[in-house]
């Protein structure tokens, strides 16, 4: 019973881990996506430019009661607007990052609340010849689910950015758990080649089969293609081809039945893992609902957000 207990609290304790890991992630997605870019564009007229005024000229005026758009009264939206946004001018001088940010940080607050991303992790142990080479394949969402069926696309946002904090994240992860030390992570730091990559490619379409099908094969794969080895009988020897086909390598029966196994998983161990929208407990909470197989509707990101001006 004691040992049962001890399990149960490690158990709890993991769990509460990857929570704080999935909640440092968002976090982060939502810095590159949102934060970040803030500054980067031109204030959209009228809008933005009217709601930049008001907040500075009561500022300049000292009047925090009756709001003023170029000395004339403006009571469409209440005042407690106007206070924060010049709370920002303030804290961050007259600029237009100062302008947007209560209004991005307004949208983080919702998307808390309501938004929920989501992420395949399939686990992979093995190399080209089958050798050890353990690494994962991230699948993720570009964007957030909603609960009434929409899914919002995030706007663009610098990959090398995404790389470095998931590198950080990774370094730091393995630092706490004793895996590498602070000196091996400052010696990988200066590499020419981090080692690390996020790409983002084309956006599937829920409608396309064939790249879903190509995607789902890349991402959950055997350790190795039938298609690419040939048995020799005779001589008891496998020969196995590189995917470009350019190199080959002989194994001995044995040897080769030895390296297939090596990448078995053990017994109950997930080498597939999903997280938030794609988790267990949502797709079963779908299902009571009947909302298994519902394709929810995309909407684009704001063409404010994205800084583009002209058509796509």
Known sequence: MAQHGLMNKLNIIKAINIKKGYAALLLAFFLLSYILPLGARDLVVPDETRYAEIPREMIAGGDWVVPNLNGLRYFEKPALGYWVHAGSLLLFGENNFAVRLPSALAVGLSALLIAVPGAVIAIHSFGDFLGWHPHLHVLCTDGCFYGNGMFRVAPLFELKHLEAIFRHKVFKMLISKGKITKDLVDMLMKWRHSGFNVFCGSRIQPGDEKA?????????????????????????????????????????????????????????????????????????????????????????????????????
């Open 212 to 312: 879903m099908e190509n995607l789902a094969r890349y991402i959950i794969r055997a350790s190795f293609s039938q298609e690419r080895m040939t048995y020799i009988a005779e001589e008891s020897k496998v020969i196995y081809r590189s995917k470009d086909g350019k190199e080959e390598r002989v194994f001995d029966a044995l040897e080769w039945l030895a390296a297939m196994c090596s990448h078995v998983p053990n017994k109950g161990e997930q080498m597939v893992r999903y997280y938030a929208y794609y988790s267990n407990v949502s797709r079963g909470k779908r299902k009571r609902e009947d909302q298994g197989d519902r394709i929810p509707s995309i909407l684009e990101p704001d063409r404010a957000n994205t800084g583009k001006t002209g058509p796509d």
